[in-house]
């Protein structure tokens, strides 16, 4: 079966012009926007961690706004769902510029605190997963994602997305249960299937992604840099909506392991063959110059993680840096394998046990003043060598 992928220009976030995009983009992903009449919504944007949304660490409010007013023309039962790293939803929210939109549109908030147990038989390892309470009353689910790069999982939009599901700290510690790229991406499209095929009341799902400017580099925390795309992206098939953003920006779809899993899978479109790209052409729109994350340690290979030795020599490893580091400690609080410490007496910057490390890149992902780097293992250059 074919499903569409629309892929609308826009090249700022003014109100107008966007709702527009997002309006036009939606249509021709083919999800009748009136067939929302009397159901409940629930709206999923990326809302990491309270920051300057011009970073492009979270979903822009403007974008949100414009998804929002959107569902808003057919139906008033909308709820706002997502699991900010540490930080409340509400207080995220206001701090992000997304409370003032939300009050002035009436939509709900979730309870982030209150968890259910959705369980799907046809899991492939997770069949039973611990996720927001409120996604089971509603019927459709309106996912929201900004296009990123990321440290560990290479890319992160639709499907990485609804990660954020999971309340708080389960999600570090799913890093911990799934510490390896291939497992983490297995683990994902579990998830991702569960959401799909595991509630008793089916949900339907639309995906519209923020790629107006995206984050490139070491992403998908304050590491990674804005980028100019100037794209809205949507479809109802977020594997498929993946394949098509990671393709506007010249990232490598091999790397994307939730692509070809969830391809194989049968969560949607099965092949890249059976994705028809509507509105803009995408060659003529890809931006050739978007800087991948240089991550590569985990690209398909298992490494013997116990082996302190060749996981430290071969794999990228997170290093804080005592020129910005505040001792927040953020990084420690959010690390599954607890491998931070607090700093040594007198020392700048916290302690990490690169034994320990599982190197998830949480801990760079949440550090608000950008004081963690990616940095390559000694041997590491053997990798490019393979990689070629
Ligand atoms: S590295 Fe970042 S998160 Fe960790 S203590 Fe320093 S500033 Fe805080
Ligand atoms: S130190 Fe950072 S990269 Fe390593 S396990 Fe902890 S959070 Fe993940």
């Not at 509507?278 to 490494?303: H, Y």
Request: proline share 5%.
């Amino acid at each position: 079966m074919k499903t569409s992928v629309s892929l609308v220009r826009c090249p700022d976030y003014g109100h107008d012009s966007l709702s527009a995009a997002v309006m036009k983009s939606i249509g021709l992903a083919g999800f009748d926007l009136s067939s929302l009449r009397g159901k409940k919504v629930a709206l999923k944007p990326n809302l990491l961690m309270p920051f300057d949304p011009e970073r492009a660490v979270v979903t822009h409010p403007a974008f949100f706004r414009a998804v929002a007013e959107a569902v808003k023309g057919y139906t008033d039962d909308i709820i706002v769902i997502e699991s900010p790293n540490f930080f409340p939803l509400k207080s995220t929210m206001k701090k992000n510029g997304y409370l003032e939109i939300a009050e002035k549109l009436g939509l709900g908030i979730a309870d982030i605190n209150r968890v259910r147990e959705l369980h799907f038989a046809d899991a492939e390892k997770y069949r039973s997963l611990e996720i927001a309470a409120d996604f089971f009353d509603v019927d459709v689910i309106v996912n929201i994602p900004k296009l990123k790069t990321h440290g560990f999982t290479h890319y992160s939009g639709a499907v990485k997305n609804l990660f954020g599901a999971m309340p708080g700290l389960r999600k570090s510690r799913m890093h911990m249960k799934a510490p390896t790229h291939p497992e983490f991406a297995g683990f994902l499209l579990d998830l991702y299937g569960a959401l799909l095929h595991g509630f008793e009341k089916k949900k339907r799902f639309l995906h519209v992604m923020d790629a107006i400017v995206a984050m490139e580099g070491e992403g998908p925390g304050p590491s990674g840099r804005p980028k100019q795309v100037g794209a809205v992206l949507a479809s109802t098939d977020g594997i498929a909506l993946d394949h098509v953003a990671a393709r506007l920006v010249n990232l490598d779809i091999d790397r994307i392991l939730t692509i070809a899993g969830g391809f194989r899978r049968g969560y949607g479109v099965t092949s890249a063959r059976d994705i028809i790209v509507k509105g803009e052409d995408l060659e003529k729109m890809t931006v050739r110059d978007f800087v991948p994350s240089k991550n590569k340690a985990f690209s398909g290979i298992v490494w013997p993680l116990t082996s302190r030795t060749i996981k430290n020599a071969f794999t990228e490893k997170p290093v804080p840096h005592a020129e910005s580091c505040v001792l927040c400690y953020y990084c420690k609080k959010v690390c599954p394998a607890g491998a931070i410490s607090n700093a040594a007496k007198g020392g700048k910057i916290p302690r990490y046990d690169y034994s320990k490390c599982i190197r998830c890149f949480c801990c760079m992902e949440t550090c608000p003043e950008s004081a963690i780097t990616s940095e390559r293992g000694r041997l590491q250059w053997l990798m490019n060598v393979f990689d070629r």
